[in-house]
Nanobody, 121 residues
Framework: QVQLVESGGGLVQAGGSLRLSCAASGSIFSINAMGWYRQAPGKQRELVAA???????NYADSVKGRFTISRDNAKNTVYLQMNSLKPEDTAVYYC???????????????WGQGTQVTVSS
């Protein structure tokens, strides 16, 4: 019913920047929170940043001051601008959205397929 499509991952040198995008489509009435998670090999998936429909943001301590999350509600799209990247930022990054489906009052949690971010030292 809802698809999340991510783009923007890749290989970058330490200190560089990348911008991730995630577009939601389907039977969407509204999107409450949107966010980015990441999972490095051998580690649990962790929250990187999240943003509410009203624009309130939340960041992991490890990315504060380096990453910026934003969203375009008209396009159902969330972005993650990543600056001053470090090798420890290397992971698969997943988009997440809490979506209220058309014709219901229930919200569901959706995930993108993931995009690889690799930061070389």
């Amino acid at each position: 019913q809802v698809q999340l499509v991510e783009s923007g991952g890749g290989l970058v040198q330490a200190g560089g920047s990348l911008r991730l995008s995630c577009a939601a489509s389907g039977s969407i009435f509204s999107i409450n929170a949107m966010g980015w998670y990441r999972q490095a090999p051998g580690k649990q998936r962790e929250l990187v940043a999240a943003i509410t429909i009203g624009g309130i943001t939340n960041y992991a301590d490890s990315v504060k001051g380096r990453f910026t999350i934003s969203r375009d509600n008209a396009k159902n799209t969330v972005y993650l601008q990543m600056n001053s990247l470090k090798p420890e930022d290397t992971a698969v990054y997943y988009c997440n959205a809490v979506v209220r489906i058309v014709t219901t009052t229930v919200s569901y949690n959706y995930w993108g397929q993931g995009t690889q971010v690799t930061v070389s030292s």
